[in-house]
């Protein structure tokens, strides 16, 4: 993620803040009785993203008359630093959108409220009402810091035509199968290749390191980039560029590719799904989705985000209404129809929106997905693991030598206060 001065953003965003906790004063004052009581309670709520459908926002103002929610839309690119702000100044909002990845950041200042003594009263809020993956995004340092709002995970697109040419016509299952079929696709010739490797997405290379067993860094804060589970993944990786099933670099646009069989297959997120339909009409019926090949498991990436409280509130028990409100199966659905966010809650995925294969395929994907370390390193660990993997395939460094130096290096970082 690209981020603009953070001088000149927090210069600017603390002017805003002081003005918005001004107001917000006023608003508590007139609120809490005087000459003008029974005003509606205001709940501020920052939701992530250029724009935000008020369907279920309308709908949670109707259910809750006494409490008027106002949203704040804020561009992924600019949420970072305006959270960071937020927490400075003590004037966030009461309920935030968060990316999973930035949960640990955040706690670890205090920033977000314990909701562990609510959840008996909103059960819809407890930990068995989420995918594996999710729950592990829900805590930190033992308490309850966010609650799933929406999930997403990768999966395999493959073309069924040119898969079954060469005896996939489901898809490949293992490592095994996917290393088949793409030296047999490969086989082709005249720039025809198996596979597009998103290898500047440590996402991406997490869900290898995984299938092949490593855990990257373990619960203790222990890297182990130099160790066989994760060497492996990345030789097995590094495979498909010496063998010719993906090039070292493209500028091939992906949709384009995928049409014209140069990529049979490509490993995304299911946004990807309308845009094969839009951009390739002409291969409907001849692609499909399928779970990830497995080597000790078929474990994938989940991301997506969650809602959490400010600790800075003094609006909580309306906040944690509110998340409640969009933790409900009924309006994680509503969610779904607006915005195609998959659905937090494992109950959602019985309706029958998901009974079409193509989107079924992640709901089955999520069920063996998994978030990144849970550490606030992990983006600068990330980056250096990004670049020892470029040295390897495109520079051709030796593997255990850069992973040795990634190793030390994620150590240092992690040993850090």
Not at 65 to 93: C, F, M, R, Y
Request: contains cysteine.
């Amino acid at each position: 993620m690209k981020r603009k001065s953070l001088s000149l953003i927090l210069a600017t965003l603390l002017v805003f803040s002081a003005v918005l906790a001004g107001c917000g004063s006023k608003e508590s004052d007139s609120s809490s009785g005087g000459e003008s009581g029974g005003k509606d309670k205001e709940l501020k709520v920052w939701l992530m993203g250029d724009e935000t459908d008020k369907t279920l926002i309308n709908e949670f103002e109707e259910k809750n008359p006494g409490i008027k929610v106002n949203v704040q839309s804020i561009p992924w690119g600019s949420a970072h630093d305006k959270l960071l702000t937020a927490v400075a100044s003590k004037s966030g909002p009461d309920v935030v959108q968060m990316g999973t990845t930035w949960i640990p950041e955040f706690a670890g200042a205090g920033a977000l409220l314990d909701l562990t003594p609510y959840l008996d009263k909103y059960p819809s809020l407890k930990q068995e009402n989420y995918f594996d993956g999710a729950v592990e995004t829900m805590s930190y340092d033992g308490k309850v810091v966010g609650i799933p709002y929406y999930v997403e995970t990768r999966a395999l697109f493959y073309r069924t035509d040119t898969l079954a040419e060469v005896g996939y016509p489901e898809g490949p299952k293992s490592w095994d199968d996917m290393k088949d079929a793409g030296k047999k696709l490969a086989a082709r010739g005249e720039g025809n290749y198996a596979i597009t490797i998103d290898a500047k997405d440590m996402n991406y290379l997490s869900m290898f390191a995984w299938q092949n067993g490593s855990a990257m860094i373990d619960e203790n804060r222990t890297p182990h980039f130099n160790e066989p589970e994760f060497m492996g993944a990345m030789e097995y990786l590094k495979s498909f560029y010496d063998d010719g099933m993906t090039p070292i670099a493209t500028d091939l646009d992906l949709f384009a590719a995928f049409k014209d069989g140069v990529f049979p297959m490509f490993i995304s997120g299911p946004w990807m799904i309308s845009g094969v339909k839009e951009k390739a009409p002409e291969i409907e019926g001849k692609w499909a989705t399928t779970t990830l090949p497995a080597k000790e498991s078929n474990s994938s990436f989940l991301g997506g985000a969650n809602l959490s409280v400010f600790s800075t509130t003094k609006n909580a028990e309306e906040a944690v209404k509110f998340i409640d409100f969009m933790s409900q199966k009924e309006t994680q659905l509503k969610n779904y129809d607006i915005s195609k966010n998959l659905p937090a809650v494992k109950s959602a995925w019985e309706d029958a929106r998901f009974e079409d294969p193509i989107i079924a395929t992640f709901g089955k994907q999520l069920e063996s997905a998994k978030p990144v370390p849970f550490i606030k390193e992990w983006d600068a660990i990330s980056q250096e693991a990004i670049a020892a993997f470029e040295r390897v395939t495109v520079g051709g460094a030796d593997m255990k030598t850069e992973m040795e130096q990634l190793n030390t290096k994620a150590t240092e970082l992690l040993s850090k206060k």
